[in-house]
């Protein structure tokens, strides 16, 4: 058992907060309730947002992120627990041990609900223990007990042991042995959804944690349960209209084929922007090919996830496969593999092991390039084979030769290659740049070069904006940075509330309804001008911790491959390094920043981050 | 001449079809092109129109090159006119 000792609160507790949140120490041995003021709460929300101020308040910026002093959050939100729809999420946010800036993730399901429960607001976690454990949190009681032969088991290996060991109540985040080993972007897993990017899984392994269970009995009142429950209503028949029949219907995946016909899918580690085969793997395809299922996260009513059958299995839903755009652009066209029972071969790996799809396949593909250009001496490892990605996701998990290499990402492989590779590693500040091409979707580059947690499609937002007529997706301009700032905003708000980013087109007015929810919800009178502001101060803290981790101005910059020349397959598709190093400027004067990124004091103030940490 | 529509993911679920072929003399508005093939398909018309605009979600594309939505936008009598949904994200 670990001694929890509980601090006084002695402010008031807005309804869909427990206003509180946990401390556990893995080095002492100690847990601390420490009190959230409504301050706080109102200013940072809940997921990223509030996770992002817990991590700036529990530990140094410089720390090392694998070191046992760095902090872990898990943050809840207020809309955990309620009724509307999409809202069962959490998030992690701690140092990336990838890219060494600010990692926040976000992930689905029961952990959220079971985790609200437990009456805080978030945990984290720092220390190590003393051997590989699991951490149980159940109803606020703390205690670690040995992990036994869970450490060296997959991720749903692991939550069905656990599950069979403690009961259905019990809600598990685990990792895989990617995690145990520390691969910088090993995921933490929970139902089968992932906190994906920058490695929290390799933070939570470092501590010797195989998972964190939680349990509890205890619920928030809402402020005005009524009318939410009339509003929950309404959201979820809106949810389930045309805005977001591409995700009930065929899932992300779909964006394959449009993306090839666009030149914007990234082939052969950024060699072109479309992929001959693209059609074997679109789920247009593969729908007619093999069975298929549809889940959906606890408490969705869109459910998006599509799983289709690998070929030998059997009929069960263990047989199937999570089939993601993420996942079929990382493991196929960008390594060149058009088999779709090889990409989905390697997706059940990677969900199995807990290996970030993107990370994993951008780091390979970038091998590959470098092996066909002789910088690298592994024969093996080529565009196109698919025994050679399946070999080398193995090599990656058991850190085994060049998997060792492999296990640190990009970034880390192309500074041991020299300048050259670096100028072809597909990344921005270590992470992995997601699947569109940055040429083909020039206000996307600038968002993936701006964002603090690096390459992020799902931070910046900034796609919808080269898919409407308001920017020119071939052509960059200062006019576009303002739009960037906005899906940016978008998100944070989106990711801080939570609430699934695919409900965004089934809202009319994301700031209005947000502020409704949260009226409804904890009693705030709050306008979309607030919101505003929420989203920007969250934006900029982040910054800040970045720049206290050691951010310079350079790191905000894609690779020299991307600036100049245009896309093999699309002479338009030119990103000028003129026009993207004018849009950075730009975009940080949007932000209110200097013109370099950086962050005046007065801004601080401005925004109400001046008790956000100093180190 | 011909415009060809080529539609993706809903759009073509609806329609049952990748492509349909618009004969067309001249230049059509984006509105006029998009109500006749309302008429063609009246499943897609159904989910995926709004009178003659394509509803919220859904964006058109001319030739892979320029995104449009104003009914008024006149689209070449050899384009191709993609059809699509807005949101890209994955
Ligand atoms: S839309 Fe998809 S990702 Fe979002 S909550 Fe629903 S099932 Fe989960």
Redesign the pocket.
Known sequence: MIDTVSQPHDGPVPAGYHGRYLSVDLDRGRGVTRPLREDVLRRFLGGSGLGTWLLCQAGHAATDPLAPAAPLVFALSPLVGSPLT?SAKFALVAKSPLTHRINDSLV?SGFALAAKKCGCDALVIQGRAAEPSILVIDDGQVRLQPAGDLWGRTCPETEQALREQFGPEYQAAVIGPAGERLVSYATVSHAGRHAGRGGHGAVLGSKNLKAVLVRGTQRCAWASPGELAELARALAARSLGPATAK?RELGTATNLLVLDRLHALPTRNFQSGSFGDVARLAPESLDGQRSHVRA??VA?T????HRYQLRNGGSSAGDHVRVEYENLFALGALCGISDPDTVLHACRQCDDWGLDTISAGGTIAFAMECVERGWLDAPWLRFGSGSALLTALAKIVRRDGLGDALARGSRDLARSLGAKALAIAPQVKGLELPGYEPRAMQTLALGLAVGTRGADHNRSGAAEVDFSEYANRRGLTTAAAARAVESEDRSALLDSLIL?R?LRHALDDLHADAARMLRLVTGWDMSPDELRQTARRIITLKKLYNIRAGWTPDEDQLPDRFFDQPLPDDPHACLARDAFTAAVRAYNAARGWTESGLVDPQLCSQLGLLDCGSQ | MVIRVEFFGIARRRTQTATALVPAEGPVALGTLLSQLGQQFPEWAAECLDGDRLRHGYIANVDGRRFVSDPHELIDDNAALLVMSADAGG
């Open positions: 999409t689905s995700y959906s996260c969705c869109i459910g998006c996830e699934c695919f």
